[in-house]
């Protein structure tokens, strides 16, 4: 399972029995790359502990590419499912 998510084994094992009451959730994500970087400007409501956040100005997403193949990221996400139903 470490292959899916940054957090260090003792750190996961940690946030699984905190707030017991309150699930970890997983979300598979599809990178893409843009075909130009974006400097996104620093805001004060961009800050704190947050898992997501709403952009001010919105990032064009035309002709982008994916950053893995179609069949790489269908393994990938078939690796993770087999993982979460053990």
């Known amino acids: ?3 899916f998510h940054i957090w260090q084994p003792q750190l996961a094992q940690e946030r699984l029995k905190w707030k017991s009451k309150q699930p970890l959730y997983v979300l ?4 893409y790359r843009l075909p130009e970087p974006v400097e ?4 004060d409501t961009y800050g704190g502990c947050r898992s997501w956040i ?3 100005n919105a990032i064009e997403v ?3 590419n994916a950053a893995i193949s179609d069949a790489d990221y269908a393994e990938r996400f078939h690796e993770l499912s087999t993982c979460l139903a053990d």
């Open 28 to 31: 598979a994500l599809r990178a």
């Open 62 to 64: 035309a002709d982008v």
């Open 1 to 3: 399972m470490s292959n």
């Open 54 to 56: 709403e952009l001010v």
């Open 40 to 43: 996104i400007q620093w805001r």
